[in-house]
């Protein structure tokens, strides 16, 4: 994934702390040739939860991507 953005941000809970890191990668066409996608990834800790949303093309994918963050949170 080429990665064209990031933050860093920190769960605290009553049992300490855990790193969580956002990564949301380039679109790229997808396996069809016809749609786009656009990679992203929620690390909490050493666990990674990668996802990709998909769009008619690049803005709508990176878009849908971007809105799909706020659930994952």
């Excluded at 949301?24 to 990834?41: A, M, V």
């Amino acid at each position: 994934m080429d990665v064209v953005a990031e933050r860093f941000l920190e769960l605290r809970t009553s049992n300490g702390a855990v790193a969580v890191v956002v990564k949301l990668g380039r679109p790229e066409l997808d396996d069809s040739g016809e749609n786009w996608k656009c990679p992203y990834e929620v690390w909490f800790g050493d666990s990674c939860r990668s996802m990709a949303m998909h769009g008619a093309d690049a803005m709508q994918a990176l878009q849908l991507s971007i809105a799909s963050l706020d659930g994952e949170l």
